[in-house]
């Protein structure tokens, strides 16, 4: 959330009189192709303006004209309602609640990875967690009668992201081993991004861009936007974008792995915020020479996850779930500034759920005897410094996962990456710190990052069809019969479930 662009999509706070939640709602379920939970769609709509009035009174700043926000509008939006924060940063969001935070005693635990939920050994639902300090290797056990998870995304999985590297996924693993059921793992969304160093990795606004006559061109200098026949903004989704892009690369059409975006003049740069038209400035970029960046299509948001219900419990007695870590709140594809939209709504709501369960629930009792192995802690000693084995291994299977779980998929890669998947698995158990008993967080990280790659490469194989952000070169039509979930849990094979 803080490094996000801080849009925040809700009817009513704004100008447009004619938008409402039930339009956005309306919106979300076409959006993600009819396989989005009506129920928490809804609530999704429906809550959200509340809960930005909140937000401002607690001292988010947004953008304003008058009383209202000043929304922007993006493609899928029937009206225009991007509430955008006035710094454009999510710090300007995640700040004040901190504040807030700070302000009601919660207590914080910096530098704590949790690798472990522990599960009753009574009621079989969880009733703490085990971590790291990943600053002094020390092992940490907490106690709780409820637990939330909001571990975000898994965008870390892929070479190409706009995520911090760091958002790996561990949530879906942690969730996946209390014995949750996930869902719509395979759907992962795309966002055509800039990556031309020295300039700052970053999502363009290409449809602004296009709309002032800048090209995006392949190796033989084809516009593919015309090539595509992309003429219509409202038709310039990012899935539809990314997909055209990834078609390019992968048939061999790319310049250096990537697509130019051909800026010609001053007026096509104003479509960047002031911040990157400063960064062009001191880089003394000279846009009447015409401009030429290197852009492709970055993971930004995992779709699918958790299941949860209206109260945010998952499938486990005691475990709820919000924000990008949760599944089935957007379906196959999610519009521009729903995940913020829903990380607020829904956290708001696992906050009261979590704490009105642990009023009717006695502390478990921890059998400590159990979880020696996770409480030996991390030797920092012996692991400073980079394990080169492990990075190269890490390299590979990044640049495996863009290319064939990335846009565009189809059976014969999805085959390839999870017969890869397990072989990576397997040299991880040769790694020579791995023999020698040391943990390192980094090969708890990788390993984490293995299995929700091997959920995400099953359910897109298991999905014969295109819909949404999931495209199959070799079934590129939706399916009436695939208007369903496809559920991942532990001791159970994938299976289909009805959307609600
Ligand atoms: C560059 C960028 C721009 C974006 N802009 C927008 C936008 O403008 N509008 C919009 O709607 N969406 C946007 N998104 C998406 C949106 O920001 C995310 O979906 C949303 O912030 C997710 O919030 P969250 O609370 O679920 O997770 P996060 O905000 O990602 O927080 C998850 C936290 O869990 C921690 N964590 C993870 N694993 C562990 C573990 N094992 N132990 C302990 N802690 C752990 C992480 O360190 C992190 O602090 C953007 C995303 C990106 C990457």
């Avoid at 029937?78 to 700040?95: A, D, H, K, N, V």
């Avoid at 600053?135 to 190409?160: Q, R």
Wanted: with cysteine; charged share 25%.
């Amino acid at each position: 959330t803080a490094v996000s662009a801080a849009v925040i999509s809700s009817s009513l706070v704004h100008l447009e009189t004619k938008d409402s939640p039930e339009v956005h709602y309306e919106d979300i379920v076409r959006k993600g192709r009819f396989i989005c939970e009506r129920n928490l769609a809804r609530l999704l709509a429906y809550e959200i303006p509340q809960e930005i009035l909140v937000l401002k009174e607690l001292g988010v700043r947004f953008d304003m004209i008058g009383d209202k926000i000043n929304a922007g509008w993006a493609p899928g939006h029937t009206y225009p309602r991007g509430c955008r924060c006035t710094t454009r940063m999510g710090l300007e969001i995640t700040r004040p609640l901190k504040n807030e935070a700070f302000r009601l005693g919660v207590k914080f635990l910096p530098n704590t990875m949790i690798t472990k939920l522990i599960t009753d050994l009574i009621d079989e639902g969880v009733n703490g967690a085990i971590g790291i300090n990943m600053k002094t290797g020390e092992p940490i056990l907490i106690t709780s009668k409820a637990i939330v998870l909001a571990t975000g995304g898994a965008g870390g999985i892929y070479k190409y992201t706009d995520n911090p590297a760091s958002m790996t996924g561990d949530g879906y693993v942690l969730a996946y081993e209390a014995g949750a059921e996930l869902i719509d793992m395979e759907f992962v969304q795309f966002h055509p991004g800039l990556i031309h160093p020295p300039l700052p990795k970053q999502d363009i606004p290409y449809h602004s861009l296009v709309v002032r006559g800048a090209a995006f061109r392949n190796a033989l200098g084809e516009d593919i936007f015309k090539k595509y026949n992309l003429i219509d903004v409202r038709q310039m989704t990012r899935d539809v974008v990314s997909r055209i892009m990834m078609a390019e690369i992968l048939e061999g059409r790319d310049v250096h792995g990537k697509i130019i975006l051909e800026i010609s003049d001053e007026n096509q740069l104003n479509s960047f915020d002031g911040t990157f038209q400063k960064i062009i400035q001191f880089q003394k970029i000279n846009v009447k020479e015409k401009l030429l960046l290197g852009v492709l299509p970055l993971a930004h948001s995992t779709l699918g996850g958790v299941k949860i219900d209206e109260k945010c419990q998952t499938t486990v007695e005691g475990l709820y779930a919000a924000g990008e870590v949760v599944g089935g709140v957007h379906g196959a594809d999610r519009l521009a500034g729903n995940a913020l939209a829903e990380a607020i709504v829904f956290g708001a709501r696992a906050g009261r759920y979590a704490a009105k369960f642990s009023k009717s629930r006695k502390l478990g009792v921890i059998d400590k005897g159990q979880l020696k192995e996770e409480l030996t802690g991390v030797d920092l000693h012996h692991i400073r410094g980079e394990d080169q084995t492990l990075k190269t291994l890490k390299d590979a299977f990044l640049d495996i996962m863009w290319k064939n779980v990335g846009p565009v998929r189809s059976k014969e890669k999805l085959d390839k990456t999870i017969e890869l998947i397990y072989s990576f698995k397997r040299q991880i158990k040769e790694l020579p710190s791995v023999k020698d008993g040391i943990q390192r967080y980094e090969v708890f990280e990788f390993t984490n990052m293995l299995r929700v790659s091997e959920m995400i490469a099953k359910s897109a194989l298991f999905r014969t069809e295109s819909r949404g952000t999931h495209f199959r070169i070799d079934f590129p039509n939706e399916k009436d019969e695939w208007t369903t979930h496809i559920a991942v849990q532990k001791s159970a094979p994938l299976r289909k479930i009805p959307v609600v």
